[in-house]
């Protein structure tokens, strides 16, 4: 079935912060909201709790602690061979379907094939690892196993099996539940057991239902999988698809009856995580990101800045500084604008305040080139 009316840019924008919950706060518990926007992307282990905090009403963290500690949330290497949060439910799936991306991007990669070892060498050690992982095992745990175990001294090995085997973060205690030290442990959950396709279509599906209306392209952006592979596994599911078509002439993918707001639904400002995968899930990023802003959020190394959203699209950055949450904003706000921007930052002080007040302060060598309308900073704390 294909939609009647293009949809322009502003819905399409509309559609991703509905299905993000970032038009309104919804009171869901953590493991619910993250099924809901399909995955949070979690190398920094402070940035699922953010990212939750801008989606759910009244969310409280430990609530992301505890389904962290029972594995009802995993964190795991997966799209874009980068760490993200995702649901026990889904990371099977997930798992199988990225595992060829994964593993051609260590074996293959110079610091791995330059320690000697061979594909055949880590495919004979990984049943014994995933054994070995039974129980949480720190970096060292499995650097002086695998030198125990088959004479492997190098670390280079441990960081190749670690990326495309089945193994998640253990919780350690920290204040984010995952610290600068990680502990591992296998997979809790059974492994994807259905046709090696069914595994990619089933993650073309939750993307869409998180993400969509979306394109093939925006597919691969998301996930690293070559275009050719999602087209497959859109013919393969095209009977529960919908196609539309955007004002630009693509034709872009969703799942029926998913939420497709109007162009002038109401779009609250969002103090957004490091990194949130709203910023990341599509090839065009202007649905999103305004293109002039792109190079000073997304950083040539990768890096992704905490951003702030107003009507729905990146007008600043944002970080903890001394008291308060500076808002660099890169268009002049309105006063109502900033009255509200204020809202959230005293919000998110006091979220901060029991866990970690200076959040990303390791990044902050970013904002010495960072320029823009106007800088403020807000919901400052009494001393």
Known sequence: MTGDVPLTARRLNRATLARQLLLEREPLPAVDAVRRVVALQAQEPASPYIALWNRVAGFDATDLDAAYKRHAIVKATLLRITLHAVTAEDYPAFHHAMASTLRGSRLHDRRYTDTGLTVEDADAMLPDVIAFMAEPR??????????????????????????????????????????????????????FDGDPAASVQWLVRRYLEGFGPASPQDLAQFTLLRVPVIRAALDAIAGDL??????????????????????????????????????????????????????????????????????????????????????????????????????????????????????????????????????????????
Request: overall charge positive; glycine content about 8%.
């Open 138 to 191: 720190t970096n060292a745990d499995v650097l002086a196993w695998l030198d125990e175990r088959f004479g492997v001294s190098e670390a280079r090995a441990w960081w190749a099996l670690r990326t495309f085997a089945p193994v998640v973060h253990a919780a350690t205690g920290a204040a984010w539940s995952h610290g600068p030290r990680p502990a591992y442990v296998a997979a809790p959950t059974p492994p």
């Open 242 to 383: 919908v196609t539309h078509a955007a004002a630009d002439g693509r034709q872009l993918y969703d799942v029926a009856g998913a939420t497709l707001p109007d162009d002038d639904t109401p779009a609250p400002p969002r103090l957004m995580a490091m990194w949130d995968s709203t910023l990341l899930a599509y090839a065009d990023r202007s649905r999103v990101i305004p293109q002039e802003y792109r190079p000073v959020v997304i950083r040539r190394n990768g890096d992704v800045l905490p951003t702030l959203l107003v009507d729905g699209y990146v007008a600043g950055v944002w970080r903890p500084l001394g008291d308060g949450i500076e808002v660099t904003a890169f268009r002049k706000l309105r006063k109502a604008q900033w009255d509200a921007v204020a809202g959230e930052a005293r919000a998110l002080l006091a979220f901060l305040a029991d866990r970690d007040p200076q959040v990303y302060r390791r990044y902050g060598r970013w904002w010495t080139s960072i320029t823009g309308d106007e800088t403020r900073v807000l919901g400052t704390r009494s001393r």
